[in-house]
């Protein structure tokens, strides 16, 4: 064989190579299977969190009024869905199946999640099944971060922390201009006395304090000072609207809560980009009228009442058999049962000495 025949047999698979690198470089949602596309300067995309509804439903399938907006949401042609955690109310077959062929398959755009507890609450199923908890992405002008806020109780640490912060670093770029985070809980408001008391139905820090305040927001507040950072976040355990929107004024960095519960209240939020420049606007589910997001705010909030999720006497036997038939149950109740045989075996061994 020639020089140039090995040259060009070499180039030959160079070529054949170049679709795969494009092709695993796609970002495809592992919900509906559907691409990231190339996008022009502007765009939108819409997020949202809580997509199972109330806690205390009985229903396997997504709450009714994500159901019946699908529609809407399609029209409104957005780049992908974002969910911000509690997909699923619990992560088993039954839920799988239902939500795959009620909402996943009907979605015209690539759907992505920052992990919530319910996602997480029967053990490592969502991994098996959808992948990696935490990621991050761009898209023309913007920088995306997904975060699992389910491990290390709440704060950020070890490969996340290490994802997140390389992440901001090269977004230090002249190209970037908006910054979008990505969780569950919203660990931002947690240390904060400004806002600690706003979400208190949520799943909180259990030990201490989460490391927000002390490594990620100096990282960000230092960040704001050239780019737009928004950190989204969707536990609304006791909300009086669909969304919380704040400017910090101490780091200009601006902070969203925004689930739905099922509810006449319950909406979307709609990100629309322009060259760069980031518009809010809110989607009702249900037809009602909606103020600009930016109204619902510290003020707003403190000056509303949450409406309370009622619940039925009826859902007893069910909430019991849901619980027997857990597997956390089971763990709690063997652990319990090792503890009490450990403690008598203490017991016993004093009364020798």
Avoid: C
Wanted: glycine share 4%; net charge positive.
């Amino acid at each position: 064989m020639t020089k140039k025949q090995k040259n060009n047999r070499l180039l030959f698979f160079v070529y054949l190579l170049i679709p795969l690198q494009i092709v695993s470089a796609q970002i495809v949602s592992p919900f509906n299977k559907q691409v990231l596309s190339d996008s022009s300067a502007n765009y939108s995309f819409i997020v949202s969190g809580h997509f199972h509804g109330q806690s205390n439903s009985r229903s396997t399938f997504p709450a009714s009024t994500i159901l019946a907006g699908i529609d809407t949401l399609n029209s409104l042609h957005p780049l992908f869905l974002m969910s911000l955690g509690d997909v699923f109310l619990d992560v088993n077959d039954t839920y799988l199946n239902h939500y795959q062929r009620s909402l996943f398959a009907k979605l015209k755009m690539p759907l992505f999640n920052a992990v919530g507890n319910h996602d997480l609450s029967n053990g490592n199923i969502y991994e098996k099944v959808y992948g990696k908890t935490f990621f991050t992405f761009t898209v023309q002008s913007e920088l995306f971060v997904v975060l699992n806020t389910e491990v290390a109780d709440g704060s950020i640490k070890d490969e996340q922390l290490m994802l997140l912060k390389k992440a901001l670093a090269d977004a230090q770029s002249d190209k970037i201009k908006n910054i979008f985070i990505f969780s569950h809980r919203p660990i931002w408001s947690e240390n904060n006395t400004v806002y600690e008391d706003l979400f208190k139905g949520n799943t909180r820090t259990a030990l201490g304090n989460n490391n927000y305040e002390s490594e990620l927001k100096p990282i960000l507040k230092d960040l704001s000072k050239s780019k737009s950072v928004f950190w989204l976040s969707g536990s609304m355990a006791d909300a009086p609207v669909s969304f919380f929107y704040q400017k910090d004024a101490e780091t200009g960095i601006v902070y969203i809560q925004t689930a739905i519960r099922d509810l006449p209240r319950d909406a979307v939020l709609h990100v629309k980009v322009e060259s760069g420049k980031v518009e809010l606007n809110g989607i009702s589910l249900t037809g009602q009228t909606l103020d600009s997001i930016e109204k619902y705010n510290l003020d707003y909030w403190k000056n509303s009442s949450s409406p309370e999720e009622s619940f039925s006497l009826r859902l007893l036997p069910y909430l019991f058999k849901k619980i027997i038939l857990h597997t956390y149950f089971w763990i709690g109740f063997v652990s319990s049962l090792a503890l009490i045989f450990l403690f008598r075996l203490f017991i016993q061994w004093r009364r020798r000495k």
